[in-house]
């Protein structure tokens, strides 16, 4: 069964940092690229980060020089590093997987057709 996990979202405090984890199973991570996404009630689903099957990256212009992207092949997994996090940050976080596995990132939603079920973030003092 294709399926993608996110795991370490929580509460933290202005300035902090949050390490996110998606979790691929049925599929391994060095074929295809993978996405982070956002998303607050009401608002549309935002693209946050991208790492493509060769490793190149792509980061969304509110989450640039904050956030990394990075991936553990070996353990299926990639991660978000948030640092400097403030509270427009507070969102459910998703990954996704992107529906070519052109070695080319995107952080635009169409272009990803498999969604993990999200983790939550609140930045709030």
């Known amino acids: 069964q294709l399926q993608l996990v996110e795991s370490g979202g929580g509460l933290v405090q202005p300035g902090g940092s949050l390490r996110l984890s998606c979790t691929a199973s049925?599929?391994?991570?060095?074929?295809?690229?993978i996405g982070w996404f956002r998303q607050v009630p009401g608002k549309e689903r935002e693209g946050v980060s991208c790492i493509t099957r060769t490793g190149g990256t792509m980061y969304g212009n509110s989450v640039k020089g904050r956030f990394a992207i990075s991936r553990d092949i070996a353990r299926n997994t990639v991660y978000l590093q948030m640092n400097s996090l403030n509270p427009a940050d507070t969102a459910q976080y998703y990954c996704?997987?992107?529906?070519?596995?052109?070695?080319?990132?995107?952080?635009?939603?169409?272009?990803?057709?498999?969604w993990g079920q999200g983790t939550q973030v609140t930045v709030s003092s």
């Open positions: 996704a997987k992107k529906a070519d596995n052109t070695p080319w990132c995107s952080i635009g939603r169409i272009d990803f057709d498999m």
């Open positions: 049925g599929f391994t991570l060095d074929v295809h690229n």
